[in-house]
């Protein structure tokens, strides 16, 4: 015996199983992280899988205080601005609540977000790293493409952030 389920009724019901289904990709869009002082990685949500050991090394010696931050389920969709892409929006919102807290130095300190899911990395740099120091656009893509890309492409994260950090102090350092 055969079951004969209406076209509508089938439609209905794989509509309501895509939607289950993307439930729980929404739920787990990017938050960014609050601010501790001292703290140089984090990893959004809490406990996603990537080995910072060589990152946190560079971060942790370094004069001016670098964070970078790795995040997971940075596509969310919503805002969908054609200049804009997701992890754009992320460390643009990592800033805006950072800079709430009076432990977070926006003139001297740079983040730096890798967008895991999205592929991507985007820099925030300081105000006295823009003004003294020029890291500002064509500056900081070229900095990404020398010293990130290739290793990210390669699989190494942990070695991509760790030299892009380094790229960054000596940047800085050679204004000092």
């Known amino acids: 015996m055969t079951l004969a389920v209406p076209q509508r009724k089938l439609q209905t019901m794989r509509c309501a199983l895509l939607l289950l289904a993307l439930l729980p990709l929404t739920a787990q869009a990017y ?25 946190l090394s560079a971060a942790t010696e370094a004069e001016h205080p670098v964070v970078v931050v790795f995040a997971n389920n940075v596509v969310d969709n919503e805002r969908g601005v054609a200049w804009s892409s997701d992890t754009e929006d992320a460390i643009e919102d990592t800033w805006a609540l950072w800079s709430r807290n009076p432990d977070f130095q926006p003139d001297i300190t740079s983040v730096v977000l890798i967008g895991m899911d999205e592929r991507e990395i985007r820099i925030l740099t300081g105000s006295n790293w823009d003004v003294d120091l020029g890291l500002t656009g064509t500056a900081l893509s070229e900095l990404t493409e020398r010293h990130f890309v290739p290793q990210a492409r390669a699989g190494n994260l942990d070695v991509a952030a760790k030299r892009t950090v380094t790229c960054l102090l000596y940047t800085s350092d050679a204004a000092d």
């Open 31 to 55: 938050t960014p992280p609050p601010y501790v002082q001292g703290q140089r990685v984090y990893r959004v949500p809490n406990g996603v899988d990537v080995v910072t050991t060589q990152t």
